[in-house]
């Protein structure tokens, strides 16, 4: 019979992994686990599921025999593919779970910063009730930046279109994307011109640190920046930099190059909306990502073809 670790504590879902028990061992985590100690328990099983806490490289697939990986994620940056490819074992993931729950967020930030709330709220705490009365602004006629022209991006512009925003995209590949109706523009030209700039692109060689120093120099100082795809595609440094200097108005950020984030540079930037890395785990969305790993894991063990594998 089949053993399969969860190398998390919160399965939100528990009944989805009733299938699956019939057919394999499903053991899961007590608590999480550091990352040398779950490189030693993956020896003892022939699959896992896991999240963005643990990484699949190729020192932990040296010394186990895993034949397959579930990813309850949208993102592979912790998954060697390559070396998957290499020692043939399977990698199911969910990239299609949580783009809702992902363009909602980007709308969420949008809005929030564009109507002041964190500011607002905390002045009538504090019983300042005018202090911010004239510090918001609408978003009707106003230029969207998109980065990225994927699903996420797309829903996010079916979004800003209700608002009566207008979009801009850059993306290396327009002529891909072109049934998008959008303005295609330079990275250059869309950071000038954009009143919002909205990073949905995955990190890569390609994409790190693409938001630097110079970039956001090219904001408007009336802008606001949000990034809800993934931590080091923004320098942060120099993010804080330009929050404090007033180089862009603001920024919304869901993603850093550390996770839990410890940058008090960052924390000290009061026009900052900082939110944990959940833009993607709404509770439905989380739902669709257990359910969509364990189908595929319950198709591989059948010899049937599972929808959402990348290897």
Known sequence: MNTIYISFTNWE??????????????????????QDEFREMVREYDGVIIGRFHTIDKEVLDHSTLKFVGLVAKG???????????????????????????????????????????KLDKSVREEQFDVYRHSTVEVRDKVLGVIGAGPIAQEVIKRVRVFDMNVMCYTPHPENHQDLNVTFVSLAELLGS?????????LSDATKNLIGEKELSLMKKTAFLVNTARGGIVDER????????????????????????????????DTAILTPHVAGVSKEALYRMEEHVVNDIIAFLENRQPKYRLV
């Open 238 to 269: 120099a993010l804080a930099h330009a929050l404090k200097n007033h180089t862009i108005a603001g920024a919304g950020i869901d993603v850093f190059e550390e996770e839990p984030t410890h940058n008090k540079e960052l924390f000290e930037c």
């Open 13 to 34: 879902n528990k009944k989805l992994l009733e299938p699956l028990r019939k057919m394999a061992e499903v053991v899961i985590a007590e608590k999480i686990p550091t």
């Open 76 to 118: 592979t940056n912790n998954i060697d593919v390559e070396e998957c490819k290499k020692k043939n074992v399977a990698v199911f993931y969910t990239p299609e779970a949580n783009i809702t729950s992902v363009a909602e967020h980007v709308m969420t930030l949008i809005l929030a910063l564009s109507k002041n709330l964190v």
């Open 194 to 202: 954009a009143d919002f700039v909205s990073l949905n692109i995955p």
